[in-house]
């Protein structure tokens, strides 16, 4: 157990790209937790998927032990955090169980919207935070300038900011130290019941369900037994440990520190991330305050390409939710699609990453349809209601009122593409709340419907300033809104995978560029396919796919079939990516795709 | 080298007269493929097993091939006598006419022939090989097919073909003096090929056929190909879909109109002038392949097995000459995969497939081996028909065959399915 004045727990908080995991593997790298042999980029990132794409999905923790230029042994605990929008509320749950943060901003980019947004859930949760600037090992490194620009934009005193290079490893010493000089020590006492934060958990096939806490007061042990207050359940701890990055075991752990602890726990269900850890002997008075749950705000649903598939697809989702208990699901069957599952994710990423984990990680082959968002509706009779799905949007004389929930979105973007973002919100049916300048660099704060948002805004807005505004937003209340439900007749028939709600002004240029996107995505079939976008029996949007005109072996290639077979076999093996309803076979992706519009 | 005995047509070896004792069976005939792997240069457009050699030893390939048809015939299958026999290449006119006298004879010891054989040649339009034709003849072929593929030196030198127009038009003229029943190949849809300029070259075919019968194949661009990397590169395109299909109808209007109707995709015939070699692959009879890389599909006791050989020729000689056969894989033929195998080949034709063969190579109707409601749709589509006769392609079905063989086949019966 290591004396609390000689501990300092940290996040590090930044915009995507930053290079939040790059200065994660330096921190450890410099303070040997790894044998150089063993470190890969972005140690902290265990998921391929985190790997690939670069970014953090679940929070993640490390212990680094650095002997400070003073000549005294101290232990840093660095938490990594999620970057992405979807997950801002994750990174103030690990937040909240440290006490400072690093601020880290790319000095060759400037401050960007997340790095606004999370400064202030650092400044939220009381932390003292060490301002870096890193990437200077670049030439568009503008060090001096991005220091002014914190200043201005974030409004937090920068004089002390450190210049690093994440990638060569120049100034890290100085972060290190600089956390060790500058952020508070923890408090908390040893020998007081047991108050620890359940910060996250997840499932390990080999150790059971796994907890991330820190301890406030007293001393979490092996042996003894721990009560989860929320929950109320008490288990006996089987394993106490840290992260260094590896696992090691270790007896205790004491206020001030960060590790993780086993307890033959077996669902994740049961943990609630927040939930206070106490002596199931000794109890405390003053449980943590705790969180709110995280709430899925887009709806889509999976099904498995092939039917036979639901079971797996069943189990699959079954394990997932293991470790990650943000997003939801229940059964749904589409007359179209079968039996499958309707989920819920934080945001477009989330559901993305989600299919591609099913996809990669179960070997499943599966259909997601539109996703949507939740709608508040009240009928002429009966109680205000959700609705998940649009499939099951009401007769509309039977609605009194529908209403649509709306984000607050800060976006921050060159002052040459602003003409562009701005056109882009207010197509969306934006309302304009805020414009500022840092630099030459326009912050926009909009009020959008999240239903114009959650399709394709990210693509867009990358789109049209070239991948220079960055965004971000939070949930901002429901409001009543002129919506209708858009059905998509593919050959004559209602694809009811395909219907969406949107707003009235919206419908017809929404149709026209879904039938077109759909000519697009459904490949040519043996005759001709007509597309339709219609409004209870209105037709607003129409196109036609032609007939193919040719296609067949010309060549003779006698008794051999083989080239005949190969056909057949990449034939059969394409028709398993898509689905036929009722003549016409649509590939998988067309589901989603449909609604990443392109251009409009 | 044994010296030519000429088994002609109507031979007079001890099997020849034997009844099949499967008539059912020889209704799609049973052919022998022989594949002579030998060209004198690598056609940029090719990817048949076909290769260029400074010297070939004949005496080896002979005795190999004979070797190879002796073990053939060593295995039990329920067709007996041959209908056909067919040497493709490669190119075969390289071969000496006393090679194919030996293989002949050998097919006609080993398995012997139907009073109607019909033995066909590929051959190229140069004119030391058209000197040979005549001696083909002696050795018992008696029926040619020439791979003209154009009627003008540029579109040759464009396929970097080894002969002149004039030269091809000679061999026409040889061969159809030469043997009852002949055809030529032509290659269209080449590059910059229009609609009119193809609709002159062909009407000239069409005449110089003189109702007998042409295979007309579109280019195609196959993986591996020296033209493969041309339009990879970017130095020319083929033909797109419209004009594909463009060139294709006017194809079929002509040939029809000139008395040479379409049998198959690719294959127009007067009447009783279609390939019987063919028609066996494409009513999926059984038939040996013989030879580097050469197919069959043999039905023993009640299985059909396909059966391929080793594909190098230099391999396929040694593995006869040390073992006794050429076989890389005999694999058996599920039913299901027959099923798609008769799909593959029967809907190629004009007729289709015949009620008869259908019952006779699955027991049971076409009705029942697919689903009802697919057939409507494709019927109401005007791409298929299935009647009393068979199951058959359309005219505007044909154009569209990969996709037509993909949907029937998916609607094959559950018991059916693979
Ligand atoms: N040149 C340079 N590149 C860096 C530096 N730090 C990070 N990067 C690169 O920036 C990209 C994003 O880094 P990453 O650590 O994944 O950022 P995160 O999204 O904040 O975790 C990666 O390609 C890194 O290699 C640095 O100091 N200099
Ligand atoms: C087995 S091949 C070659 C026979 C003979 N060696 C010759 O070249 O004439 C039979 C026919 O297929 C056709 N063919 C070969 N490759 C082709 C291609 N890439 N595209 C279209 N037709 C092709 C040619 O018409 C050729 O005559
Ligand atoms: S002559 Fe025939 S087989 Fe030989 S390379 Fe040319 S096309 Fe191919
Ligand atoms: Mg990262």
Same mark, same amino acid.
């Given at each position: 157990m290591t004396k609390p004045s000689h501990i300092r727990n940290f996040a590090i908080v930044a915009h995507i790209d930053h290079g939040k995991s790059t200065l994660a593997d330096r921190m450890i790298e410099f303070c040997g937790g790894l044998e150089k042999r063993e470190m890969k980029e972005q140690v902290l990132d265990s998921m391929d998927i985190e790997r690939e794409r670069g970014i953090t999905i679940k929070a993640q923790t490390v212990r680094l032990s650095y002997t400070a230029k003073n000549g005294e042994d101290c232990i840093l605990n660095l938490m990594d955090t999620p970057g992405h929008v979807d997950f801002a509320y994750e990174v103030s749950r690990s937040l909240a169980a440290c006490e400072g943060s690093i601020l880290l901003v790319d000095a060759s980019q400037g401050v960007e919207a997340?790095?606004?947004?999370?400064?202030?859930?650092?400044?939220?949760?009381?932390?003292?935070?060490?301002?870096?600037?890193?990437?200077?090992?670049?030439?568009?490194?503008?060090?001096?300038?991005?220091?002014?620009?914190? %200043?201005?934009?974030?409004?937090?005193?920068?004089?002390?900011?450190?210049?690093?290079?994440?990638?060569? +490893?120049?100034?890290?010493?100085?972060?290190?130290?600089?956390?060790?000089?500058?952020?508070?020590?923890?408090?908390?006492?040893?020998?007081?019941?047991?108050?620890?934060?359940?910060?996250?958990?997840?499932?390990?096939?080999?150790?059971?369900?796994?907890?991330?806490?820190?301890?406030?007061?007293?001393?979490?042990?092996?042996?003894?037994?721990?009560?989860?207050?929320?929950?109320?359940?008490?288990?006996?701890?089987?394993?106490?440990?840290?992260?260094? =990055?590896?696992?090691?075991?270790?007896?205790?752990?004491?206020?001030? %520190?960060?590790?993780?602890?086993?307890?033959?726990?077996?669902? #994740?269900?049961?943990?609630?991330?927040?939930?206070?850890?106490?002596?199931?002997?000794?109890?405390?008075?003053?449980?943590?305050?705790?969180?709110?749950?995280?709430?899925? #705000?887009?709806?889509?649903?999976?099904?498995?390409?092939?039917?036979?598939?639901?079971?797996?697809?069943?189990?699959?989702?079954?394990?997932?939710?293991?470790?990650?208990?943000?997003?939801?699901?229940?059964?749904?069957?589409?007359?179209?699609?079968?039996?499958?599952?309707?989920?819920?994710?934080?945001?477009?990423?989330?559901?993305?990453?989600?299919?591609?984990?099913?996809?990669?990680?179960?070997?499943?082959?599966?259909?997601?349809?539109?996703?949507?968002?939740?709608?508040?509706?009240?009928?002429?009779? +009966?109680?205000?209601?959700?609705?998940?799905?649009?499939?099951?949007?009401? !007769?509309?004389?039977?609605?009194?009122?529908?209403?649509?929930?709306?984000i607050r979105a800060t976006v921050m973007v060159p002052d040459e593409y602003l003409g562009s973002v701005l056109k882009l919100c207010e197509d969306r049916r934006g309302i304009q709340l805020d414009l500022t300048y840092a630099g030459n660099r326009a912050v926009v704060v909009y009020r959008l419907p999240l239903n114009e948002v959650v399709f394709d805004f990210y693509d867009r807005l990358k789109s049209v300033s070239r991948?220079?505004?960055?965004?971000?937003?939070?949930?901002?209340?429901?409001?009543?809104?002129?919506?209708?439900?858009?059905?998509?007749? #593919?050959?004559?028939?209602?694809?009811?995978?395909?219907?969406?709600?949107?707003?009235?002004?919206?419908?017809?240029?929404?149709?026209?560029?879904?039938?077109?996107?759909?000519?697009?995505?459904? =490949?040519?079939?043996?005759?001709?396919?007509?597309?339709?976008?219609?409004?209870?029996?209105?037709?607003?949007?129409?196109?036609?796919?032609?007939?193919?005109?040719?296609?067949?072996?010309?060549?003779?290639?006698?008794? !051999?079939?083989?080239?005949?077979?190969?056909?057949?076999?990449?034939?059969?093996? +394409?028709?398993?990516?898509?689905?036929?309803?009722?003549?016409?076979?649509?590939?998988?992706?067309?589901?989603?795709?449909?609604?990443?519009? +392109?251009?409009? | 080298m044994p010296s030519a005995t000429v088994p002609t047509p109507s031979g007079n070896l001890s099997k020849t007269a034997s009844a099949d004792s499967r008539g059912d069976q020889s209704a799609r005939g049973f052919g022998l493929y022989v594949h002579w792997p030998f060209c004198v240069s690598k056609c940029p457009y090719c990817d048949f097993n076909s290769h260029v050699r400074d010297t070939v030893d004949e005496d080896r390939w002979c005795a190999a091939l004979v070797e190879s048809v002796r073990d053939a015939a060593s295995v039990e299958t329920e067709a007996k006598i041959l209908s056909s026999i067919f040497f493709g290449g490669g190119t075969p006119s390289l071969m000496a006419p006393e090679t194919v006298a030996s293989i002949l004879n050998a097919a006609e010891r080993h398995f012997g022939f139907a009073p109607d054989i019909e033995i066909t040649l590929e051959a190229n339009p140069n004119s030391v090989e058209a000197e040979k034709f005549q001696d083909y003849r002696e050795a018992g072929i008696n029926?040619?097919?020439?791979?003209?593929?154009?009627?003008?030196?540029?579109?040759?030198?464009?396929?970097?073909?080894?002969?002149?127009?004039?030269?091809?038009?000679?061999?026409?003229?040889?061969?159809?003096?030469?043997?009852?029943?002949?055809?030529?190949?032509?290659?269209?849809?080449?590059?910059?090929?229009?609609?009119?300029?193809?609709?002159?070259?062909?009407?000239?075919?069409?005449?110089?056929?003189?109702?007998?019968?042409?295979?007309?194949?579109?280019?195609?661009?196959?993986?591996?190909?020296?033209?493969?990397?041309?339009?990879?590169?970017?130095?020319?395109?083929?033909?797109?879909?419209?004009?594909?299909?463009?060139?294709?109808?006017?194809?079929?209007?002509?040939?029809?109109?000139?008395?040479?109707?379409?049998?198959?995709?690719?294959?127009?015939?007067?009447?009783?002038?279609?390939?019987?070699?063919?028609?066996?692959?494409?009513?999926?009879?059984?038939?040996?392949?013989?030879?580097?890389?050469?197919?069959?599909?043999?039905?023993?006791?009640?299985?059909?097995?396909?059966?391929?050989?080793?594909?190098?020729?230099?391999?396929w000689l040694a593995q006869i000459e040390q073992d006794g056969n050429g076989l890389a894989e005999k694999t058996r033929v599920s039913r299901a995969a027959q099923i798609e195998e008769i799909l593959m080949m029967g809907l190629r034709l004009s007729d289709g497939i015949r009620a008869a063969d259908f019952v006779e190579l699955t027991n049971m109707t076409l009705e029942n081996a697919f689903a009802a409601e697919t057939i409507a749709h494709l019927t109401e589509q005007n791409l298929l028909a299935l009647d009393d006769a068979g199951m058959r392609a359309t005219p505007s079905g044909r154009l569209v065959l990969n996709s037509l063989i993909a949907s029937v086949a998916e609607a094959m019966t559950p018991n059916e399915a693979p």
């Open positions: 997340q790095t606004l947004a999370n400064a202030y859930q650092s400044i939220d949760a009381d932390h003292e935070m060490v301002v870096v600037l890193n990437k200077i090992d670049l030439p568009a490194a503008e060090p001096e300038r991005i220091r002014a620009q914190i %200043e201005d934009v974030v409004g937090i005193d920068a004089s002390d900011a450190i210049p690093i290079s994440a990638k060569t +490893g120049e100034g890290v010493v100085d972060v290190l130290e600089a956390l060790i000089e500058r952020l508070p020590a923890p408090g908390g006492d040893a020998d007081a019941p047991l108050r620890a934060m359940l910060v996250d958990s997840w499932y390990d096939p080999y150790l059971g369900v796994v907890i991330l806490v820190r301890v406030r007061d007293g001393v979490i042990k092996k042996g003894m037994k721990m009560r989860m207050v929320a929950a109320g359940t008490s288990h006996p701890v089987e394993r106490v440990g840290i992260f260094k =990055p590896k696992p090691d075991q270790i007896d205790q752990l004491g206020p001030g %520190e960060i590790g993780f602890v086993t307890a033959g726990i077996k669902e #994740v269900a049961e943990t609630q991330v927040g939930d206070t850890l106490t002596d199931d002997s000794r109890p405390t008075t003053d449980p943590l305050p705790g969180f709110r749950p995280s709430v899925p #705000v887009v709806f889509c649903g999976l099904f498995a390409v092939d039917a036979n598939d639901f079971e797996e697809l069943r189990e699959s989702l079954v394990r997932l939710r293991l470790n990650d208990s943000s997003f939801q699901f229940e059964p749904e069957s589409s007359p179209a699609l079968g039996y499958g599952f309707r989920c819920g994710f934080l945001g477009l990423l989330h559901l993305e990453i989600i299919q591609e984990r099913l996809e990669r990680e179960f070997n499943l082959n599966l259909i997601t349809t539109a996703p949507s968002v939740v709608y508040r509706i009240a009928l002429n009779t +009966g109680p205000e209601y959700e609705l998940h799905n649009p499939v099951d949007y009401p !007769d509309p004389t039977q609605i009194k009122r529908i209403e649509e929930p709306w991948g220079y505004a960055s965004f971000d937003y939070h949930i901002d209340g429901y409001e009543e809104g002129d919506l209708v439900k858009m059905s998509i007749l #593919v050959n004559g028939d209602t694809v009811d995978a395909l219907s969406l709600v949107v707003h009235r002004g919206r419908a017809e240029s929404r149709g026209r560029a879904i039938c077109e996107r759909l000519k697009e995505l459904i =490949p040519r079939h043996m005759f001709k396919i007509p597309l339709q976008a219609a409004i209870g029996g209105k037709v607003i949007a129409r196109q036609t796919i032609s007939a193919m005109r040719k296609d067949v072996l010309a060549k003779c290639y006698g008794g !051999d079939l083989s080239r005949k077979r190969k056909l057949l076999d990449k034939q059969k093996k +394409g028709k398993k990516k898509m689905r036929t309803f009722g003549k016409v076979a649509i590939p998988q992706e067309a589901f989603i795709a449909v609604l990443k519009l +392109g251009h409009e | 029926r040619l097919s020439l791979g003209v593929q154009a009627l003008n030196d540029e579109a040759l030198a464009f396929l970097g073909r080894a002969h002149s127009a004039k030269e091809a038009l000679n061999a026409i003229e040889t061969a159809q003096k030469i043997f009852a029943r002949s055809s030529f190949d032509l290659i269209y849809a080449r590059p910059g090929q229009t609609l009119n300029a193809w609709g002159s070259e062909l009407g000239k075919a069409l005449n110089l056929a003189n109702g007998r019968h042409l295979s007309l194949y579109q280019l195609t661009i196959e993986r591996g190909t020296r033209f493969f990397e041309a339009v990879n590169r970017g130095d020319f395109q083929v033909a797109d879909e419209d004009l594909g299909a463009d060139l294709y109808d006017l194809t079929q209007n002509m040939c029809a109109a000139a008395g040479l109707p379409a049998y198959e995709i690719s294959n127009h015939a007067g009447p009783d002038d279609a390939s019987r070699h063919n028609l066996t692959y494409w009513r999926y009879g059984e038939y040996v392949g013989v030879g580097p890389g050469a197919h069959g599909r043999r039905r023993e006791a009640g299985e059909v097995f396909a059966t391929a050989e080793v594909r190098s020729p230099e391999r």
